[in-house]
């Protein structure tokens, strides 16, 4: 029997005694997704006890730590996970899916989930239009790509061409 392959590093997020509902909206989401590990409060913690304390799982076979910390640390901007897209119904599909239930967009691919959390919804061809060897063609993506929430790549491919 080999033993599961742990990452070096581990994502952790903390949140407001929600954790099993957002893991579960997660893994819904994602493709390749699962619970690898649930530990509750036991007799230590009596108020607490049978509550998840922290749960271990994958997202497309990233792994990620989600505990129930308390209000202390909510969630910004400081940090976000970044979704790679690999054409506009990825975008849309991750967009509308990580929306549900509350979140709100942000501005150049950002929205915030129900839970707070920030997420960076990137289609590939968007860091290839911004890197254009053509500085003005460049330029026009970006121009294009600030005015947006949701990234609609043919608008954008359509500004960069002029």
Same mark, same amino acid.
């Given at each position: 029997?080999? &033993? !599961?392959?742990?990452?070096?590093?581990?994502?952790?997020? #903390?949140?407001?005694?929600?954790?099993? &509902?957002? !893991?579960?909206?997660?893994?819904?989401?994602?493709?390749?997704?699962?619970? *690898?590990? *649930?530990?509750? #409060?036991?007799?230590?913690?009596?108020?607490l006890k049978g509550k998840v304390l922290l749960m271990?799982?994958?997202?497309?076979?990233?792994?990620?730590? &989600?505990?129930?910390?308390?209000?202390?640390?909510?969630? *910004?901007? &400081?940090?976000?996970?970044? !979704?790679?897209?690999?054409?506009?119904?990825? !975008?849309?599909?991750? #967009?509308?899916?990580?929306?549900?239930?509350?979140? $709100?967009?942000?501005?150049? $691919?950002?929205?915030?989930?129900?839970?707070?959390?920030? #997420?960076?919804?990137?289609? @590939?061809?968007?860091?290839?239009?911004?890197?254009?060897?053509?500085?003005? @063609?460049?330029?026009?993506?970006?121009?294009?790509?600030?005015?947006?929430?949701?990234?609609?790549?043919? *608008?954008?491919?359509?500004?960069?061409?002029?």
């Amino acid at each position: 029997m080999s &033993a !599961v392959r742990k990452q070096k590093i581990t994502p952790c997020l #903390w949140f407001d005694g929600n954790a099993e &509902a957002a !893991v579960a909206h997660y893994t819904s989401i994602f493709k390749d997704s699962k619970v *690898t590990k *649930t530990l509750r #409060w036991g007799d230590e913690n009596p108020d607490l006890k049978g509550k998840v304390l922290l749960m271990e799982f994958e997202l497309a076979g990233q792994q990620y730590q &989600a505990l129930n910390g308390g209000p202390q640390f909510p969630f *910004t901007n &400081a940090i976000s996970l970044s !979704v790679d897209c690999a054409d506009q119904a990825e !975008v849309d599909y991750f #967009w509308t899916k990580l929306l549900e239930g509350g979140g $709100s967009e942000g501005n150049c $691919s950002w929205l915030k989930d129900k839970f707070g959390l920030s #997420w960076q919804i990137v289609p @590939r061809r968007l860091p290839e239009l911004l890197s254009d060897p053509d500085p003005a @063609r460049a330029l026009r993506a970006m121009q294009s790509m600030m005015t947006m929430n949701k990234i609609d790549i043919a *608008t954008i491919e359509r500004a960069a061409n002029g």
